[in-house]
């Protein structure tokens, strides 16, 4: 039996400080506040990623295996109030019942070892460990390889796994869009099986109303899209899914850079036939910022980096950080002429990019990212904001030996500018083993937090952000 424990040192990077997980569910109200705590600021921040119970190999582990767990606090209705809660979907309560560990995980799915998967249970594990979305005052918690799981607020309980009335027909992506104009949400699954990938689009009253599937060579790892006021946008892009290369010994996910970049282009509401694609320079996106429409052009923003390390996530022997941080970067479209002109905005390593969600899928003038560190894997020293007018990026750094993750923009509740509001993020300082909430003003982001909430439990460093505005 290998059960995680929670805080122990572990020679796996993704188990060990802050990484590692917690072991216990808490709520908290007297939290202790440094600075002022925005009087428009109301609502839920959310922040997801994995926090495993138990594992098949604490060697073999990798950071996509982890049991999904929420970390929230609440503003506006008089102090903050914390909470956290493991997303229990079936799966989950599978591996409790046992005891002991059930589903293998990414690294270990071709190892030998007899399955312990339980007649009749899902073969896959719903970890809906990995992001948000809300849509049709419902909030999902979300795992590429599943349907979405629905999340009770405030309590965080969770309701369970959504098929939209059994029309669901692939799995649901962990970074759908949508446009808070139409109320629409557009979404799209990738799989090893043909058609390797599926788009659907959700009305306002979340029924799905529309799904095509989307033509590609092979299988890719299209973690995220991206979608403007009149056209979706895919990328295939060359992370590749192997099943015959990971029999042979090598990962089931790769950078494959021979099978080059393309972008591909379609009406919202479009067909397979619709999509235009257009190659572009090789290279690799995991999250995109935005998209929107420029007359002819469909103008789209992203983190790129030149390769990728998605099996080790960064830690791999020999690995070249400068080669697989990202920048943020522009691609435009010119749907008329065919031509694409793409560009590096700002040196600063980055990812985790991100927008005011109100203006998602229309054109944005700041974009936010977490900076990474230079030396160190899948860890974020700061946060920058980047100013599509000016070209300036501006950058906050958390501190020495601080490190934070997806820092979420929260609408100010008098909003009248793109950027009133607020950036806010988990923070640990691993010297002090301290675990911080810090809100920092978006118009003024260099200058720090306006306030930091001390937080009474360790919240380990996890994946995206979410925010719910107060109704």
């Known amino acids: 039996m290998v059960k995680v424990r929670a805080g122990a040192p572990s020679d796996n990077f993704f188990l060990d400080g802050n990484f590692s997980p917690v072991d216990e569910e808490r709520d908290a109200e007297s939290l202790e506040v440094i600075g002022i705590i925005p009087e428009d600021l109301a609502g839920h921040f959310l922040r997801i990623g994995p926090n495993p119970v138990h594992v098949f190999s604490e060697e073999a582990y990798h950071t996509f295996d982890g049991d999904g767990m929420i970390h929230a606090i609440e503003f506006g209705k008089g102090a903050p109030r914390y909470r956290n809660r493991w997303v229990k979907n079936e ?49 999902y918690a979300l795992h590429e390889g599943s349907p979405p799981t629905v999340i009770d607020l405030p309590t965080l309980d969770t309701v369970g796994p959504t098929h939209f009335d059994g029309k669901l027909s692939h799995p649901f992506t962990a970074h759908p869009k949508v446009d808070q104009r139409t109320g629409e949400m557009m979404t799209y699954g990738y799989s090893f099986a043909e058609p390797y990938v599926k788009y659907s689009v959700i009305d306002k009253q979340g029924e799905l109303v529309h799904t095509t599937p989307i033509t590609i060579s092979k299988p890719v790892f299209m973690h995220d899209f991206a979608v403007s006021e009149t056209h979706t946008v895919f990328l295939d892009f060359p992370i590749t899914l192997d099943i015959e290369r990971a029999m042979s010994g090598g990962p089931a996910l790769d950078f494959e850079p021979e099978h080059g970049s393309r972008i591909g282009v379609m009406p919202r509401y479009g067909n397979d036939a619709d999509v235009r694609w257009f190659e572009v320079e090789t290279g690799v996106v995991v999250h995109t910022a935005n998209a929107w429409d420029d007359g002819d052009e469909v103008v789209l923003h992203a983190s790129r980096s030149k390769n990728a390390d998605i099996a080790g996530a960064g830690t791999s022997e020999g690995n070249n950080l400068a080669e697989n941080q990202g920048k943020l970067y522009e691609w435009r479209i010119n749907l008329k002429t065919g031509k694409v002109t793409e560009r590096t905005l700002s040196d600063t390593p980055c990812d985790f990019t991100r927008v005011n969600d109100t203006y998602a899928c229309y054109p944005t003038q700041y974009a936010y990212a977490g900076v990474f560190n230079p030396t160190r894997p899948f860890t974020f020293d700061g946060v920058m904001k980047y100013d599509n007018k000016t070209g300036e990026t501006t950058v906050f750094k958390y501190g020495e030996h601080r490190h934070g993750g997806e820092a979420v923009f929260a609408p100010s509740t008098a909003a009248a500018a793109e950027d009133d509001g607020y950036l806010i993020s988990f923070v640990h300082d691993e010297v002090a083993n301290q675990s911080e909430c810090v809100i920092l003003n978006a118009k003024d982001v260099a200058a720090g937090p306006v306030a930091t909430i001390k937080m009474p439990f360790r919240v380990p460093y996890g994946f995206h952000a979410g925010w719910v505005g107060a109704d």
């Open 91 to 139: 799966g989950f309560q599978i591996e409790q019942a046992q005891g002991d560990w059930v589903y293998k995980g990414l690294n270990s799915m071709l190892d030998p070892t007899p399955s312990r998967v339980p007649e009749g249970a899902p073969p896959g594990k719903n970890l809906a460990n990995t992001a948000f979305a809300y849509h049709n005052k419902t909030l």
